[in-house]
C-alpha cells in the first residue's frame, strides 16, 4: 500500500532568477531529505492559481495545503510542519477499536 505523500510547494516569483531562491530550495531541501519518500516537493509561480487558491502573494512554503511559511522560515518550523501532517496521516490510517 503506497502511502500518501505531504505536499510541499515552493512559490516563487514567475521570472525570477533562480539565483534569488535557489537558498530557499537548498534550505527545502536539506529538511525534506529527511523525510525522503513521504514528501513530494514542488515549484510554483506566485501568479499560479494554486498561489490565489492560498492568497499567496509572495516567496513562501505551503505543506500540504494548510501550513503556509514564510520566506524567512525556519528550518524547525518547516521540519514540524511535515511532522504534524505526516502524525495526522498515520493518525487517520489507523483502525478504530470498537468493543462489541
Known amino acids: 500500500m503506497k502511502r500518501n505523500t505531504i505536499k510541499v510547494e515552493v512559490f516563487v516569483p514567475l521570472g525570477s532568477c533562480v539565483c534569488n531562491f535557489a537558498p ?5 531541501g536539506q529538511v525534506t531529505s529527511k523525510f525522503k519518500d513521504l514528501v513530494e516537493i514542488q515549484t510554483k509561480s ?8 492560498y492568497g499567496v502573494q509572495n516567496t513562501c512554503i505551503v505543506v500540504d495545503g494548510k501550513i503556509t511559511l514564510p520566506l524567512d522560515f525556519d528550518e524547525k518550523e518547516l521540519e514540524n510542519a511535515i511532522s504534524k501532517r505526516i502524525q495526522k496521516e498515520r493518525e487517520a490510517e489507523r483502525p478504530q477499536n470498537s468493543e462489541d
Open 46 to 53: 506566485t501568479k499560479s492559481s494554486e498561489a490565489s487558491k
Open 24 to 28: 530557499l530550495m537548498e534550505k527545502v
